[in-house]
Nanobody, 131 residues
Framework: QVQLVESGGGSVQAGRSLRLSCAYS??????MGWFRQAPGKEREGLAA???????SYAESVKGRFTISRDKSKNTLYLQMNGLKLEDSAQYYCAADERPGACIVVAIPEKVKELYNYLEHWGQGTLVTVSS
C-alpha cells in the first residue's frame, strides 16, 4: 500500500525559502513529483524525479524550486527559494510505481499535468506566502 505524508508547509514572507518533505512508503518507486492547487485555481504540476534522479520542472518554478529524494530515508523534498505571493497553495506529493509514469520526466512538457500520470497522492501541506 502506498502512503505519502507531506510536511514542512507554513507561512513565510515573500522572498524567503521553505523546504517541503514527503515521507513515502512505496514498494517500487517509478516516479515522484509535486503539484499544487490554490483556491479557485486548477492544479499545477511543478516538478518530477525518476528513479535515476532525472528531473523536470514547470517553467513557473524552474530556477527557484529543486526536487530531490533521499532514498535512504524514503523522503522526497521540494526546496523552494525566492517564494512569491502566487506560490501560496496546497502542495501535494505524488508517486507512481509504474515505469510509464516517468513520461513526466522524459517529456518535460508533461510535468505541468503530472497529477494525471502519478496515481498516488498525499493529503497535502499548506504554503502561505505573504508580503
Amino acid at each position: 500500500q502506498v502512503q505519502l505524508v507531506e510536511s514542512g508547509g507554513g507561512s513565510v514572507q515573500a522572498g524567503r525559502s521553505l523546504r517541503l518533505s514527503c515521507a513515502y512508503s512505496v514498494r517500487r518507486v517509478g516516479c515522484m513529483g509535486w503539484f499544487r492547487q490554490a483556491p479557485g485555481k486548477e492544479r499545477e504540476g511543478l516538478a518530477a524525479i525518476d528513479s535515476e534522479s532525472g528531473t523536470s520542472y514547470a517553467e513557473s518554478v524552474k530556477g527557484r524550486f529543486t526536487i530531490s529524494r533521499d532514498k535512504s530515508k524514503n523522503t522526497l523534498y521540494l526546496q523552494m527559494n525566492g517564494l512569491k505571493l502566487e506560490d501560496s497553495a496546497q502542495y501535494y506529493c505524488a508517486a507512481d510505481e509504474r515505469p510509464g509514469a516517468c513520461i513526466v520526466v522524459a517529456i518535460p512538457e508533461k510535468v505541468k499535468e503530472l497529477y494525471n500520470y502519478l496515481e498516488h497522492w498525499g493529503q497535502g501541506t499548506l504554503v502561505t506566502v505573504s508580503s
